[in-house]
């Protein structure tokens, strides 16, 4: 359990990741997807403009939570990007020191990604995860590749309060909370009808298929390949 687990009854959060207009800003936020996230790594496909992101931030209205994400960029890169694009939480990737996610959370709620190894080795990363304002977020090592984790296999370490991403979609978000019981799901690959550009029915199906406990489709997506426990050891 996390310093900062919600109560057990709080509602499951959904963020849909990768916006890159207003229109898929206010797509998603219509859906009822409660955040929405901005990818300012500089490698993605998914990379948004401060202007955009910011135009789209104030755009979809006083409720809904809206998440700059970023890997392994310099610090004030990541404070000066958030304060103008109007993030108003920041998701952070990478190799990253605690005392470098410590001061990122003077200023925004953070969700830290780290990848099951880190979990399972009680990486030095998890220490931040004491500090006021500080949420896992799970997810797999290549961030915004659309594989899903190995859920059965992170049954007995995934912790209360923290979040899901890696791979996960309308038709496999349900099988996946029912698995682990995250606190809040992620998604971008498999809501896209190319890299960046939103299938508004796919966020439409996903948040529902999340808030509903079911896939859209009624069946569970095959598995495909995973990342499993094993392959993070190495
Ligand atoms: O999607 C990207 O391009 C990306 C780049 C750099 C850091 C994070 C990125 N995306 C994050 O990846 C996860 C899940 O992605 P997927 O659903 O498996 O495709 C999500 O947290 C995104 O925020």
Request: charged letters at 20%.
């Amino acid at each position: 359990m996390t310093a900062h687990s919600p109560h057990p009854t709080a509602p499951l959060r959904v963020k849909v990741c990768g916006t890159t207009s207003v229109t898929d800003a206010v797509q998603a936020a219509e859906a009822g997807a409660d955040a929405l996230g901005f990818i300012f790594a500089p490698i993605s496909k998914r990379l948004v403009s401060v202007e955009v992101a910011r135009a789209a931030s104030l755009s979809v209205g006083p409720v809904v939570a809206r998440v700059g994400v970023f890997l392994n960029q310099g610090l004030d890169e990541v404070l000066r990007t958030a304060e103008q694009a109007r993030m108003s939480t920041v998701q952070l990737h990478g190799d990253l020191s605690s005392l470098y996610v410590t001061e990122v959370a003077r200023y925004h709620p953070v969700l830290r990604v780290l990848r099951p190894a880190d979990l399972l080795a009680g990486a030095d990363a998890l220490d931040v995860l004491e500090l006021p304002g500080v949420t896992l977020m799970l997810d797999a090592p290549e961030p915004g590749g659309g594989v899903p984790l190995d859920w059965e296999a992170l049954r007995s370490v995934f912790p209360a309060g923290a979040w899901l991403a890696g791979g996960l979609g309308p038709q496999n978000v349900a099988a996946a909370i029912r698995a682990l019981n995250p606190a809040g799901v992620d998604a971008v690959s498999r809501l896209e009808s190319s890299a960046g550009v939103k299938n508004h029915e796919l966020v439409r199906s996903f948040v529902w298929a999340a808030r509903s406990g079911s896939s859209s489709d009624g069946a569970e997506l095959s598995t495909g390949t995973r990342f499993t426990v094993d392959n993070f050891r190495t």
